[in-house]
């Protein structure tokens, strides 16, 4: 039997808001019958730190120093924690809720999508595998984060190697489908990532970042070589096309697209209306 066949865009990289956008374009022209699954890599320009859906700005991030560093800054349309988009490759996958692949909870769905995070992982030679919570304790952790950063636990089915989380990704589902995104992490400014956030003090602040290494890590601090950018790339396209069981077509927006999505990234997530509004 042939492999079903779904789009890959590799759109590069792209300013916070277009980027934003034209995950939330996907998700319209795939609901609206116009577009087939699709999977897409990108990369951020300048750098940014995006934040969940629900974060409270005010209370949770420090703007000034997320002006101070240059980053760029934006909402995502998905749930979560704040995420450094910095030294890493991002991903995003789109497809119905109603394809007979995915599974109607959100947790089973989100393992499936992953499979193909988890087979670029060995790609690339890293025993990667998923964090099951095992205990009532571990379950409790889960549903009560004590940090705004997005790598300082693993939830269930995120990737994790030598017990450390070297993916986070988030899912939201609108109009029939489903949109997940992530970051893979090559390497990671710690001292940069922990500026962005508020705490109540500096004891706290040390505190978090502390038990933050324990639990989360890039892959070029784990890996016994160095990986480039085009290497992760090459893994990754590889591990979707293996753990989703899909053959990927490269594919390039249009012209009247591109108007599309910069229309919508201007509209919306360039606004503070959307990207402080919590």
């Known amino acids: 039997m042939n492999n079903e066949i779904w789009r890959f865009i590799d759109s590069g990289n792209s300013s916070p ?6 995950d939330e374009a996907l998700l319209d022209w795939h609901s ?16 940014t730190l995006s934040v969940g ?8 991030i420090d703007m000034d120093a997320v002006k101070a560093h240059g980053l760029g800054f934006v909402r995502r349309p998905t749930g979560g924690r704040g995420v450094l988009h910095e030294h890493e490759l991002t991903y995003s996958v789109i497809v119905s809720e109603a394809h007979p692949e995915m599974p109607k909870t959100v947790t089973e769905a989100y ?3 992953s499979e193909g995070i988890l087979k670029g992982f060995h790609h690339l030679g890293l025993e990667a595998y998923f964090a099951v919570p095992k205990t009532p304790e571990e379950r409790d952790a889960l549903k009560n984060p004590r940090s705004a950063v997005c790598f300082d636990a693993p939830s269930w089915y995120e990737l994790v190697v030598e017990g450390r989380k070297v993916a986070g ?9 489903i949109l997940q995104h992530g970051s893979i992490l090559l390497d990671l400014d710690e001292d940069k990532l922990f500026s962005l956030f508020k705490y109540s003090n500096e ?11 324990d639990k989360a890590v890039a892959i070029n601090a784990i890996s016994s ?9 090459e893994a990754f396209y590889k591990g979707f096309a293996e753990g989703l069981n899909i053959e990927l077509e490269p594919y390039q927006l249009t012209e009247e697209e591109l108007v599309y999505v910069q229309r919508l990234a201007s509209a919306r997530y360039e606004s503070d209306e959307w990207n402080l509004k919590r």
């Open 225 to 233: 070589r160095r990986i480039t950018l085009d290497e992760a790339k």
């Open 169 to 177: 990704s988030a899912q939201t589902r609108q109009k029939g489908v």
């Open 53 to 60: 859906y629900f974060q409270n700005v005010e209370k949770e």
């Open 203 to 213: 004891r706290v602040k040390e505190r978090m970042k502390k038990a933050f290494k």
């Open 32 to 47: 609206e019958g116009k577009f087939p699954p699709v999977i897409r890599f990108y990369g951020w320009n300048p750098p």
């Open 17 to 22: 808001a277009f980027n934003m956008a034209l």
């Open 111 to 113: 393992r499936v999508i």
